[in-house]
Each structure stands twice: as structure tokens, then as C-alpha cells.
């Protein structure tokens, strides 16, 4: 059974940093795409940044570049997702996703809720 399981999220102050951890079960992340998504509330379910599962490349939505990166450790099992320089807007659910053999592009499909698999989400608060 493929499992998801984050951990990282909680408050932080304007300006701080989080890292967020995801450890995969029941499948290797190798030949995965992978993906970090959020929603806020009262919005919807946003791709923050995602991995492509062949070579690694990157997107990232504009609101986050420079100051989000995304990594996996194959060996074990892990994605991440750190966040510095953290905003009150960046306050969110965070979910973590993989999709087999998926693209940077998991981030902007529509569809995304529907595919792949998902992990329960974890809440980080930026506040003062």
C-alpha cells in the first residue's frame, strides 16, 4: 500500500525557515515525479513545486522562487521541501504528492487532486 507521511509544518515567525519531509512506503520514489501543493483557506489547492521523475527538473510557482527548494533522497525514500525567508501568505496546508513518471507539469494540472498519490498534509503558520 502506498503511503505518504509528512512532518515539519508548524509556526514560524515572518522570515523564518521550514523544512518539510515526506518519507514514501510501499513504493521507491525514483521513478516518481513529485510535488509539494498547499490550500489556504478559502482557496484552492495550489502546485507549489515539483520534480520531474527522469531528470530532476524543477518548477516552482512564482511566489516562491528563490526562497523554496525541492529535493529527494532516494535512499531513503524522502522529499522535501525547504522554505526560508517565509511570508504571512506562505500560511497553508502542505501536501506532499507523487505521480509515476510525472513531470514538473503535476504542479499545473488541473486535475492533479485526482492523480497520483497524496500524503495527509501538514499545517505551517507564518505569523508574528
Known amino acids: 500500500q502506498e503511503q505518504l507521511v509528512e512532518s515539519g509544518g508548524g509556526l514560524v515567525h515572518p522570515g523564518g525557515s521550514l523544512r518539510l519531509s515526506c518519507v514514501a512506503s510501499?513504493?521507491?520514489?525514483?521513478?516518481?515525479?513529485i510535488g509539494w501543493f498547499r490550500q489556504a483557506p478559502g482557496k484552492e489547492r495550489e502546485g507549489v513545486s515539483c520534480?520531474?521523475?527522469?531528470?530532476?527538473?524543477?518548477f516552482y510557482r512564482n511566489s516562491v522562487k528563490g526562497r523554496f527548494t525541492i529535493s529527494r533522497d532516494i535512499a531513503k525514500n524522502t522529499m522535501y521541501l525547504q522554505m526560508n525567508s517565509l511570508r504571512p501568505e506562505d500560511t497553508a496546508v502542505y501536501y506532499c504528492?507523487?505521480?509515476?513518471?510525472?513531470?514538473?507539469?503535476?504542479?499545473?494540472?488541473?486535475?492533479?487532486?485526482?492523480?497520483?498519490?497524496w500524503g495527509q498534509g501538514t499545517q505551517v503558520t507564518v505569523s508574528s
Open positions: 510501499g513504493f521507491g520514489l525514483k521513478y516518481y515525479g
Open positions: 520534480m520531474d521523475a527522469n531528470d530532476d527538473s524543477t
Open positions: 504528492a507523487v505521480l509515476f513518471g510525472g513531470s514538473q507539469g503535476f504542479c499545473t494540472l488541473p486535475n492533479a487532486q485526482a492523480l497520483g498519490s
